[in-house]
């Protein structure tokens, strides 16, 4: 849930990485979260530095994890009633 709020959060950063040929990609792992970065090296860190930044500072409102919980759990459901 974490990383999904995480990511609408740094969703205003996708459309000016994506001007400047960069792409990011934010997952769980069994140790962490993995960042991983591609594209032109000459603005990455600074892109870098934005996620790091958000990393550190946020905390999703109570009302966006009810929302991500609640899309989760139509989405667990959904899965369980589909057919082998």
């Keep these: ?3 999904r709020c995480l990511e609408e959060a740094l969703h ?3 459309y000016p990485a994506q001007t400047a040929d960069l792409s990011y990609q934010i997952s769980r792992t069994a140790n962490g ?3 991983s ?3 032109y090296r000459d ?3 600074i892109l870098f530095n934005l996620i790091l930044e958000h990393l550190k500072h946020y905390r999703p409102s109570k009302q966006e994890f009810e ?3 609640n899309s989760f ?3 667990f ?3 369980s009633q589909d057919s082998p």
């Design 1 to 3: 849930l974490y990383i």
């Design 12 to 14: 205003s950063y996708s």
């Design 33 to 35: 979260i993995l960042i």
């Design 37 to 39: 970065l591609s594209g």
């Design 43 to 45: 603005n990455a860190e």
């Design 67 to 69: 929302n991500f919980k």
């Design 73 to 75: 759990s139509r989405q």
């Design 77 to 79: 459901r959904s899965i």
